[in-house]
């Protein structure tokens, strides 16, 4: 079926003919027909099936009606880097209409963003957190809206956001069309389907527990001393030419990218301790070729979008079988093919059978040749916990006592100055230690968090 046959408008058309779209994915021409009719839409579908295209278009052809300077169109996605992505992808598809489109999310200044809602751009794409910092201004204004997509629902469930969703919708016109979009789909989101969807129809392609059918899965033996070893033997070897990595914490993350520096690999990081403009140059960067390794946390699962990315590893092996699909489906997109390698230890066995029963099969074991499995490893790769708090209270306990010594110092003289200010302990009125944490950490904007990816 081509995409001639879905009534789409010729300027989308035209658009998807440049980007070397010949036909939907599945999810697609299941998707893109009821959505140009106006229908409700519950689909549940793999990480890289093409979902957002899926929903893009029925969108853009029906805005292609509307007159401009008003939001019709509102997008809510977990993370900031799937915000962006999705505002990218918009672009490409609507590069020949007047449609317009701007994104919305923590890190960034609000500035910008308020001046989209106050021009009323087509479509809104935005993280919970930082949309709800705006609605709490009278300028963000949703009365006219028509169109609100959910996508990556159960990303936003597993990062506590389904209060801020809730609280999204009292913003929103009760008549809408509600495109709901989710790789899988537990119990809570099955519920909140039934409170925002009006007799939806409902797409379910392949198995929910499954990655795509082009990634070739692989499992590596490994002892968790061995696992930076093992990896910059792949890399070395030309086993692996690009790969996205992921590890359970930003520590790892942050150790493994040095380690790999360090032995002339060109790799970068991003997790939620970096700012929005680190992990924007992370990603560019990985994109375009000049960094071949990102190492990242599950913070990356969702929201990047590599043409042809040949590999994923899991470094780590994720506790939980959906967090295995989401960061696999990061390879092997929109039906292409890719290679998911999992490094696992003898603690992680019982994690690994955990993914295996759900996806449905036993994977296979890979040995690597002339790699030697018994060598003593170069450093560990991650500080004890224990290790890391005793050296967290040693610093605080030199910083106070530097600041009772500066206490107990001589006060300086008032004479002939009227007495002057009063500074605090420490100079100035700061604290001892110094700044505050400047995040990047993903989520709602609260108590020190910022909207979402």
Same mark, same amino acid.
């Given at each position: 079926m081509p995409f001639t046959t879905l009534k789409l408008h010729p300027s989308l058309l035209l658009g998807i003919k440049e980007l070397g779209f010949v036909r939907?994915?599945?999810?697609?021409?299941?998707?893109?027909?009821?959505?140009?009719?106006?229908?409700?839409?519950?689909?549940?579908a793999q990480t890289g099936s093409g979902k957002t295209a899926a929903f893009l278009l029925p969108i853009l052809n029906k805005l292609l009606e509307k007159p401009r300077g008003t939001t019709r169109a509102l997008v809510i996605a977990?993370?900031?880097?799937?915000?962006?992505q999705i505002l990218d992808d918009m672009k490409d598809l609507a590069v020949h209409t007047p449609v317009t489109g701007a994104a919305i999310y923590g890190g960034v200044g609000m500035g910008p963003q308020e001046h989209a809602l106050?021009?009323?751009?087509?479509?809104? /794409?935005?993280?919970?957190? #930082?949309?709800?910092? !705006?609605?709490?201004?009278?300028?963000? @204004?949703f009365d006219k809206l028509e169109h609100l997509v959910l996508d990556e629902a159960d990303r936003m469930l597993d990062m506590g956001f389904l209060p801020e969703i809730r609280k999204i919708l009292r913003f929103l016109p009760q008549k809408r069309q509600t495109l709901f979009f989710s790789a899988t789909m537990p119990?809570? /989101?099955?519920?909140?389907? #039934?409170?925002?969807? !009006?007799?939806?129809?409902?797409?379910? @392609?392949?198995?929910?527990?499954?990655?795509?059918?082009?990634?070739?899965?692989?499992?590596?033996?490994?002892?968790?001393?061995l696992k930076s070893a093992l990896l910059l033997a792949l890399l070395k070897r030309g086993d692996v030419k690009q790969a996205l990595v992921f590890t359970r914490t930003k520590h790892r993350a942050n150790r493994l990218a040095d380690f790999l520096v360090r032995n002339k690999i060109n790799a970068e990081r991003i997790h939620g301790n970096r700012s929005q403009t680190q992990r924007t140059a992370a990603l560019a960067g990985f994109k375009s070729g000049r960094f071949p390794v990102l190492v990242a946390t599950d913070i990356a699962a969702r929201g990047i979008d590599v043409?042809?990315?040949?590999?994923?590893?899991?470094?780590?092996?994720?506790?939980?079988?959906?967090?295995?699909?989401?960061?696999?489906?990061?390879?092997?997109?929109?039906?292409?093919?890719?290679?998911?390698?999992?490094?696992?230890?003898?603690?992680?066995e019982s994690d690994l059978r955990a993914i295996e029963k759900a996806i449905g099969k036993s994977l296979p074991r890979v040995t690597v040749p002339?790699?030697?499995?018994?060598?003593?490893?170069?450093?560990k790769l991650e500080i004890p916990l224990a290790q890391r708090i005793a050296e967290i209270r040693a610093r605080k306990a030199a910083e106070r006592a530097r600041g009772a010594g500066r206490r107990r110092g001589p006060a300086p003289s008032t004479a002939g100055h009227g007495g002057g200010p009063h500074r605090g302990p420490g100079g100035g009125g700061r604290p001892a230690g110094g700044g505050g944490f400047r995040g990047g950490t993903y989520g709602p904007s609260r108590g020190g968090r910022t909207g979402g990816r």
């Open positions: 939907p994915t599945p999810i697609q021409a299941e998707s893109i027909p009821p959505g140009v009719e106006g229908r409700d839409l519950l689909a549940c977990p993370t900031r880097e799937l915000a962006q106050r021009s009323g751009v087509d479509i809104i /794409i935005a993280t919970p957190g #930082r949309l709800l910092d !705006h609605l709490r201004n009278s300028y963000a @204004k119990p809570p /989101i099955q519920a909140l389907t #039934r409170e925002m969807l !009006h007799n939806p129809v409902f797409i379910q @392609k392949e198995r929910q527990s499954a990655p795509a059918s082009g990634i070739t899965q692989a499992i590596y033996p490994v002892s968790q001393e043409d042809a990315l040949g590999h994923v590893v899991n470094f780590d092996v994720p506790m939980v079988p959906d967090d295995y699909i989401h960061r696999v489906g990061r390879t092997g997109r929109a039906e292409a093919t890719g290679d998911a390698f999992t490094f696992v230890s003898r603690d992680e002339d790699f030697d499995y018994n060598a003593k490893p170069e450093a």
